[in-house]
Nanobody, 125 residues
């Protein structure tokens, strides 16, 4: 089992920055991907970014590439999502998720085994 706890959400203005954190505990050695997803009201959960826990290889959704950066600190068992140049369309609940499987389906939420409780990010115009 892996437990994930997100933090760092909040209310900011367009163009501002936020850094989300995801603290992992439990069987963290079983994690292959540690990713971020988001869900806006009335919309499906969508992929934002993910990182391989071992090598640190990163993948991004086209909508955030160049603005968001995912990273991890293995010693602290924590992943981060640095979000710059935030837009109103980035408003959503952001979830951290861990996937034990070595597949190429890193952007598919159904493949992730463990989820955090989510943290709200609101970007005002």
């Amino acid at each position: 089992q892996v437990q994930l706890v997100e933090s760092g959400g909040g209310l900011v203005q367009t163009g501002a920055s936020l850094r989300l954190s995801c603290a992992a505990s439990g069987s963290t050695l079983s994690m292959y991907y540690l990713g971020w997803f988001r869900q806006a009201p009335g919309k499906e959960r969508e992929f934002v970014a993910t990182i391989t826990w071992g090598r640190g290889t990163t993948y991004y959704a086209d909508s955030v590439r160049g603005r968001f950066t995912i990273s991890r600190d293995n010693a602290k068992k924590t992943a981060y999502l640095q979000m710059n140049s935030l837009k109103p369309e980035d408003t959503a609940v952001y979830y951290c998720a861990a996937d034990r499987h070595i597949t190429g389906a890193y952007s598919v939420p159904q493949y992730y085994d463990y989820w955090g409780q989510g943290t709200q990010v609101t970007v005002s115009s």
